[in-house]
């Protein structure tokens, strides 16, 4: 369990394929402190840690996560979001994230507002019940709220704190994003669907 709150940016280093699993090294400030087989959020995604060296750890990414996640198409050098595992001593900043992605989202726009930015992303059909005004959202590990919500569209305000430590400072219009949509609302939803 995870709260959207990144603690730090990790660089992927290699990319290993084995059969339909892909393995990762990313090298972050946080590597160091980790241990083999904990859970670590990747831009969202909770992985499971499978080796430790110095200020880098390995990451095994299986065919279906690939299929449900933008690293589907990882590259090397790329920045993904990291956040450790909560603890029942862990402030909750964000909203409770499980680390299970749903799909991924098209970023539509991106503008500066001269203090913040605004991130425009597309929202299919099949899950617009699961996304209410000033509702908590997370895109690519981070938790946001959402600014406006438009019929096939919502917007998101980046503070510059989250904006220069994470990856959104280098998202561009079409790249796509990792989301999870809210738990509560999930569990709710499935609920009132009986």
């Not at 299929?67 to 402030?91: A, C, H, P, Y």
């Not at 991130?119 to 059909?125: E, S, T």
């Not at 981070?142 to 998101?156: G, K, Q, R």
């Amino acid at each position: 369990m995870f709260s959207g709150i990144i603690q730090a940016t990790g660089r992927v280093n290699a990319i290993e394929i084995s059969g339909s699993t892909i393995r990762i090294q990313v090298t972050s400030p946080v590597s160091a402190g980790l241990h083999i087989d904990q859970s670590v959020s990747h831009d969202g995604i909770c992985l499971t840690v499978v080796k430790v060296e110095n200020d880098s750890h390995w990451v095994e990414i299986v065919k279906e996560t690939q299929s449900k996640t933008t690293f589907r198409g990882l590259k090397k050098d790329q920045l993904i979001n990291l956040e450790t595992s909560l603890t029942l001593n862990t402030l909750l900043d964000g909203h409770l994230v499980q680390g299970h992605v749903d799909t991924t989202l098209q970023c539509l726009e991106k503008k500066d507002e001269q203090g913040s930015w605004n991130m425009k992303f597309n929202l299919p059909d099949d899950f617009t019940k699961l996304v209410i005004p000033r509702g908590s959202i997370c895109l690519n590990g981070v938790s946001l709220t959402i600014a406006n919500l438009f019929d096939d569209s919502f917007e998101v305000a980046i503070i510059p704190y989250t904006y220069h430590h994470t990856n959104f400072q280098h998202l561009k219009t079409g790249d796509e994003v990792n989301v999870e949509f809210d738990l509560i609302g999930k569990y709710l939803l499935r609920q009132y669907a009986k």
